[in-house]
């Protein structure tokens, strides 16, 4: 019999893993669904997609909103943690925000839809209050880089370079401009050499 408690814990091990497969299997499927079709997919449809049983995604995901909420959290941390891996190492905090708003308008434009199914569900309500400062005090850290480089003006916030992907977002969604070209002004307009003709 000692042998036996070893196998159940690693079993128990094996089933938390898998689990957590699972739900990263259901969030993928579910993302590349809503970017393809918006709103339009079931919850049948997205447990087909993953391949997981339809009892497996209803265990991790009760509603359909709460899979919304869950895909919507898991993108928005994978920005986060593209910024902290990626950008972050950058030696220029102007080339750092570059390379982090160009990100948000790659995975904006790539998720046009999911982006509508997030608004129809959760209506304007924003990521998580954690995960959102979480990253204002990545940005508060690269503007105090940048001011105390001499790279940004001294007049801007973290704040602002929040609102500012705000505004790059919505260029994306209503396709109303070049978003890489906003991300062009944006930048020039935070130098601190930027001269107003």
Not at 9 to 33: K, M, Q
Not at 87 to 96: M, T, Y
Not at 148 to 161: P, V
Request: negative net charge; glycine residues 10%.
């Amino acid at each position: 019999m000692p042998t036996s408690t070893p196998v159940s814990e690693s079993g128990g091990r094996r089933l938390r893993a898998d689990a957590e497969r699972n739900r990263a299997r259901v969030l993928n499927a579910a993302r590349e669904l809503f970017a393809e079709r918006g709103a339009n997919v079931s919850m049948d449809e997205v447990a087909r997609h993953a391949e997981v049983g339809v009892g497996t995604l209803y265990r991790h995901f009760p509603t359909k909103e709460a899979m919304v909420v869950a895909a919507s959290q898991q993108r928005f941390g994978e920005i986060l943690t593209y910024y902290r891996t990626v950008c972050r190492e950058s030696a220029e905090p102007l080339e750092a925000l570059q390379m982090l708003l160009t990100r948000v308008g790659e995975v904006e434009a790539r998720d046009r839809g999911f982006a509508s199914v997030i608004g129809g569900t959760l209506g304007s309500e924003g990521p998580p209050s954690t995960m959102r400062a979480d990253l204002e005090a990545e940005l508060v850290d690269l503007v105090g880089k940048g001011q105390a480089a001499g790279s940004i003006r001294h007049d801007i916030a973290g704040a602002d370079i929040l609102a500012l992907t705000c505004g790059l977002t919505s260029i994306v969604h209503r396709r109303s401009g070049d978003w890489r070209r906003y991300i062009d002004i944006v930048l020039d307009g935070l130098r601190s050499d930027h001269i107003t003709p």
